[in-house]
């Protein structure tokens, strides 16, 4: 990668008028949360089945304790990084519109983002299954396993997207949006295996947006539809494009 492309690719971003970023797992990592596939993933160490809606239902008292163990005790201690606050700041300074996040765990917004549109959903949120209630799992008392409602008794769930739920209608349309108004979109730390999330950039492409990735290694975007991939970790990279964006 040249000064060159870091370069170009600022100015794109700089130029943009409506330029929107979609970001992965590979956002978190510096901020000490594993991806969940590949090497040393959270699907390494645990069943992907204790995710599993239908499992979930059927065995509260097993699933809840190893959620609470990576969603809140593990998890809970992230805290964003450098990609995550340049990320926000470009929003402030009027360059990002939007922000797709495949993430749930909302060091986004702990950044300072505000216009994110949360793909998956959002850990920090608990849903009933049988009144719909929302709290902040912050305000739950995670001590007492499995989480009942409030309200009216229900089972409780981390409100982000199980095994076995569709993606939430209103996440999807404002992100199907965002890409089709899109110029430029800024894919960052997306592998790109995950559907329908990955069809996001895609549709930014065929509404001719410029596509900027920032990743350490090739993704399934980058041979398709990546116009330029600036190859490296997310915090560096944005540290780069920086001093062309001022």
């Not at 700089?14 to 970001?23: D, P, Q, V």
């Not at 309200?151 to 997207?161: E, Q, V």
């Not at 350490?216 to 116009?227: A, G, K, V, Y």
Request: charged share 20%; net charge negative.
């Amino acid at each position: 990668m040249s000064s060159t492309e870091i370069q170009n690719a600022a100015e794109i971003i700089r130029l943009s008028k409506h330029c929107m970023a979609f970001t992965g797992a590979g956002v978190s990592v510096e901020s000490g949360i594993p991806p969940f596939r590949g090497e040393n993933s959270i699907w390494s160490r645990y069943d992907p089945s204790l995710l599993e809606l239908r499992y979930f239902k059927s065995h509260p008292e097993t699933c809840w304790p190893v959620i609470k163990e990576i969603f809140y005790d593990f998890f809970g201690k992230a805290k964003p990084n450098a990609a995550h606050y340049a990320l926000a700041k470009l929003e402030q300074d009027g360059i990002i519109r939007a922000l797709v996040t495949q993430n749930i765990d909302n060091l986004h917004q702990e950044a300072g983002s505000r216009e994110v549109y949360e793909f998956h959903g959002n850990s920090q949120r608990l849903v009933c299954l049988q009144c719909d209630f929302h709290e902040m799992a912050a305000e739950a008392d995670l001590s007492v396993l499995p989480l009942y409602c409030p309200k009216c008794g229900g089972l409780m769930k981390p409100d982000f997207i199980f095994f076995g739920e569709q993606i939430p209608e209103k996440a999807y349309q404002l992100s199907m949006g965002a890409a089709r108004k899109s110029d430029v979109c800024i894919v960052v730390g997306s592998t790109g295996e995950v559907m329908p999330a990955a069809l996001i950039p895609a549709e930014a492409k065929r509404s001719g947006a410029v596509i900027i990735e920032i990743n350490p290694e090739e993704s399934l975007f980058t041979r398709d539809i990546t116009d330029i991939h600036l190859r490296g970790k997310a915090s560096e990279i944005f540290g780069l494009l920086n001093q062309y964006l001022k």
